[in-house]
């Protein structure tokens, strides 16, 4: 089993920045790849950015050039930042591992086992 802890959310002005932050437990971290979802309300649920094992990475076409997903396999930890925040990036946001891609990048939510509890992004305009 893998546990999953985001921290760092919170409400920022449209242009802000924020970090949130993933740690994970109970499998070696360099043996899972990540990635981050949002859900906002009545929406579903949309991987915006993912990280394999051996770090290539997947934005999703909407956070492009405003967010960067990175991993310290020493601290079991994946981190999203995200800047020039706008209004539509606000939503629940999940990480999620993936235990068994090995060099693919995976984006449906489908594909991950386990997945943290959420953290609220809030912009406002």
């Known amino acids: 089993q893998v546990q999953l802890v985001e921290s760092g959310g919170g409400a920022v002005q449209a242009g802000g920045s924020l970090r949130i932050s993933c740690g994970a437990s109970?499998?070696?971290?360099?043996?899972?790849?990540m990635g981050w979802f949002r859900q906002a309300p009545g929406k579903e649920r949309e991987c915006v950015a993912a990280?394999?094992?051996?770090?290539?990475?997947y934005y999703a076409d909407s956070v492009k050039g405003r967010f960067a997903i990175s991993r310290d396999n020493v601290k079991s930890t994946v981190y999203l930042q995200m800047n020039s925040l706008i209004p539509e990036d606000t939503a629940v946001y999940y990480c999620?591992?993936?235990?068994?891609?090995?060099?693919?990048?995976?984006?449906?939510?489908?594909?991950?086992?386990?997945w943290g509890q959420g953290t609220q992004v809030t912009v406002s305009s």
């Open positions: 990280i394999s094992r051996s770090g290539g990475r």
């Open positions: 999620a591992a993936d235990p068994r891609s090995v060099n693919v990048i995976m984006t449906r939510a489908n594909r991950y086992d386990y």
């Open positions: 109970g499998r070696a971290f360099s043996s899972l790849a």
